[in-house]
């Protein structure tokens, strides 16, 4: 089964900029469509944005011009840039593979913006 694990959270000040990492352990090909999710515990989980397997991203709009996701096909490592981070961003940010109907996950990782 294929793991994702995400890497990189943290703390930072308002208006700085954070990368977070997914690492596949098999192939970023493996899936559809690669992304990034975000969550407030005991609520759902929000698209921040994604990246086919042709490599064109997508964003929710409250994220456009500030996060950008990337990929290195090498590392098997997809990744997501934030810059001019909000204390809205505050989030755990979760790492997601599609293929077909299938959804795999990481584990989340803490991205905490204060003000």
């Known amino acids: 089964q294929v793991q994702l694990v995400e890497s990189g959270g943290g703390l930072v000040q308002a208006g700085g900029s954070l990368r977070i990492s997914c690492l596949v352990s098999?192939?970023?090909?493996?899936?559809?469509?690669m992304g990034w999710y975000r969550q407030v515990p005991g609520k759902g989980r929000g698209l921040v944005g994604f990246m086919t397997s042709g490599g064109t991203p997508k964003y929710t709009d409250s994220v456009k011009g500030r996060f950008s996701i990337s990929r290195d096909t090498a590392k098997n490592t997809l990744s997501l840039q934030m810059n001019d981070l909000k204390p809205e961003d505050t989030y755990v940010y979760y790492c997601?593979?599609?293929?077909?109907?299938?959804?795999?996950w990481g584990q989340g990782t803490r991205v905490t913006v204060s003000s």
């Open positions: 997601n593979g599609r293929s077909g109907e299938t959804d795999d």
């Open positions: 098999g192939s970023i090909f493996d899936f559809d469509y």
